[in-house]
């Protein structure tokens, strides 16, 4: 008959299968190419400035990750305990315009980062060594953010 397989030959076989998942994940990660013109990454919003006066109320716990046309948008609420709350949506960037896009009702952006169901026009400008300035507008009220990149 043939050989027997044991639980060593089964944690052999899963560890292999973990290391190729592992390999064939981080390795399918994409920066379409380094073509995302300098938006491609984690960018922290550092400062949150509304209708021309400073949010002393933000705390430096908003977080945009921006991958092929993806953007998950992460609001850290314990960083000790590591909580967070999250929401993705899809972006169009053409230099200065981007567009941030929260299509489906069960990724609603967050209250946090000011912006709206459905289509949000940003203005970026300042873009370049990490940093990066934001604005635009929600009911009529003007958000400027700065954001820094996450290295």
Not at 63 to 72: E, G, I, K, P, T
Not at 79 to 108: C, H, Q
Request: hydrophobic share 40%.
């Amino acid at each position: 008959m043939g050989k027997e397989i044991t639980a060593w030959d089964i944690r052999q076989r899963l560890l292999i299968g973990f290391l190729a998942a592992f390999v064939l994940g981080t390795a399918s990660c994409t920066t379409n190419g380094g073509d995302l013109d300098g938006l491609w990454g984690q960018w922290r919003v550092e400062d949150i400035v509304i209708d021309g006066s400073p949010d002393n109320d933000y705390n430096g716990n908003l977080y945009f990750s921006f991958q092929n046309y993806a953007v998950r948008v992460t609001e850290v609420i314990d960083e000790d305990m590591g909580s967070s709350r999250g929401t993705l949506g899809t972006f169009a960037f053409s230099r200065p315009n981007l567009v941030i896009t929260f299509g489906m009702p069960e990724y609603a952006p967050l209250k946090s980062s000011h912006m709206v169901a459905g289509d949000n026009h940003v203005s970026v400008a300042d873009a370049g060594s990490g940093h990066m300035t934001w604005t635009f507008s929600t009911d009529g009220v003007e958000y400027i953010f700065k954001l820094k990149q996450n290295k």
